[in-house]
């Protein structure tokens, strides 16, 4: 069974653009979570999408968004981009969230 | 408020077992724990998960004491690409939502 896929793996931007990083779950999970993490703050909960919906969300400000399509792939986007925000995004599918998070590889966000 | 704590580091030799200790003395009756791993700079990989009976799957063994209060992950035969950060967690299975990870210990294999 294929893992978790995320793509890009790299990206380079710059500060106030925008980006949309993929995440492709495992088959036949609905769950797909959104981390962020840093040398500083460690993992950080961005949000977390079921069949669509947005169960879960952390403490993250508006500029972090999400969605999930039917077919259960998801995609963030974070727009104006800030220095604070180059880090390694995280995408983990389950079969729902409370159960055990299987990740992708993550994408690794520098922003310039 | 951290609720597992875990050596800083260790070593282990190349194809020894390696044992990694977690202390979790305030766990609930209704927590699990839970092991992932993180190698440099990539996804955090689940290993293992147990209630209070020990657990065994390809990757490794789990042991929970009897309390409850301290588990041991154990790699039977170590191998280079076991080099990782290795995080134990609590949570409640079925509840819980989110992982967050504590600082975790940094195991190095060696040849």
């Known amino acids: 069974k294929a893992g978790v896929t995320q793509t890009p793996r790299y990206l380079i931007k710059t500060r106030g653009q925008q980006v949309t990083l993929s995440c492709s779950p495992i088959?036949?999970?609905?769950?797909v979570s959104w981390y962020q993490q840093t040398p500083g703050q460690g993992l950080q909960f961005l949000f977390e999408?079921?069949?669509?919906?947005?169960?879960n969300k952390g403490n993250f400000p508006g500029r972090f968004s999400g969605r999930q399509f039917s077919n259960s792939r998801s995609e963030m986007n974070v727009s104006t981009l800030e220095l604070g925000d180059s880090a390694l995004y995280l995408c983990?599918?389950?079969?729902?969230?409370?159960?055990?998070?299987?990740f992708g590889p993550g994408t690794r966000l520098t922003v310039t | 408020d951290a609720k597992t704590t875990q050596p800083t580091s260790m070593d282990c030799a190349e194809g020894r077992a390696a044992n990694l200790p977690c202390n979790h003395s305030?766990?609930?009756?209704?927590?699990?724990v839970y092991w992932y791993r993180q190698i440099h700079s990539q996804g955090p990989q689940y290993i293992i998960h147990?209630?209070?009976n020990n657990e065994t799957n390809e990757m490794a063994s789990l042991i929970i004491t009897e309390d409850r209060k301290s588990s041991t992950l154990i790699l039977p035969h170590a191998t280079l690409r076991d080099t990782a950060v290795y995080y134990c967690?609590?949570?409640?299975?079925?509840?819980?939502?989110?992982?967050?990870f504590g600082a975790g210990t940094t195991v190095t294999v060696r040849a």
């Open positions: 305030t766990i609930s009756g209704n927590e699990y």
């Open positions: 147990g209630l209070k």
């Open positions: 983990a599918s389950s079969l729902t969230s409370e159960y055990e998070q299987y």
């Open positions: 999408y079921f069949s669509e919906t947005q169960r």
């Open positions: 088959s036949g999970h609905r769950s």
């Open positions: 967690i609590v949570r409640v299975v079925g509840n819980d939502y989110k992982l967050s």
